[in-house]
């Protein structure tokens, strides 16, 4: 039998369509697994909102099991990053309005820390997965630049209506060209020996900082290709 989390997670999901992440939803779940409140409570203790992150870590970890089993050693790096993405929310295209629902519920100011740092996670599993080395500011700007880039993605594919989510697909694909032509532009910049005397100091000081131990609460800025490279 599943566990009490992934059985409240399915019992939710068909009635999120209808009431939302909501204490309507999260009740209704109790009933159907026929859980009690005090152990559901203990699981989440905000109800339906950990009921929700719940739900997308869910899918974070089946996207890890999924990049884990995958040869991706034939793909660039940008392929690797447009397969990770799509491979994400082709996971949970059976519950695109589970999703929606959750957009909303984290567009509001009291949860919005809590969708952050959902998508910083979801980055993260991506950039582990790919097998990302960085561990100084790269590693932020990696996954604060594929925050964007993921954020944009799953808005546009909540009202895409194209077959089999081609256009997602092109969204994505153009998301990406524009961050490697900028990380291009970045390189050029730093190769520049007029310039290269005035970054010496910036340089040096975003050499110091690295990667934390754990999972940061912030979300930054920034770049994908660390250490100076720009693969594509």
Known sequence: MADPSNRLIDAALDHVPFDGWSEVTFKAAMQDTEID????????????????????RRGDEALRDLLRTTDLSEMRIRERITFAVRKRLELIEDHKEAVR?????????L???????????????IWDGLGDPSDDINWYTKRGTLSGVYSATVLYWLGDQSEGNAATWAFLDRRIE???????????????????????????????VKAPAKMPRVDLPGSWTGRGRTDT
Do not use: I
């Open 111 to 125: 949860y919005a820390a809590d969708g952050a740092r959902a998508v910083w996670e979801t980055c993260d599993a």
């Open 178 to 208: 524009n961050v490697m032509q900028f990380e291009k532009f970045k390189k050029q910049v730093n190769d520049n020996k007029l310039l290269k005397p005035f970054l010496a100091g910036p340089n040096w000081l975003l050499s110091q």
């Open 37 to 56: 409140e005090a152990t559901a409570r203990a699981l989440f203790p905000r109800g339906p909102v950990d009921l929700a992150l719940a739900f997308h």
């Open 101 to 109: 629902r959750g957009s909303t519920l984290f567009a509001l100011p």
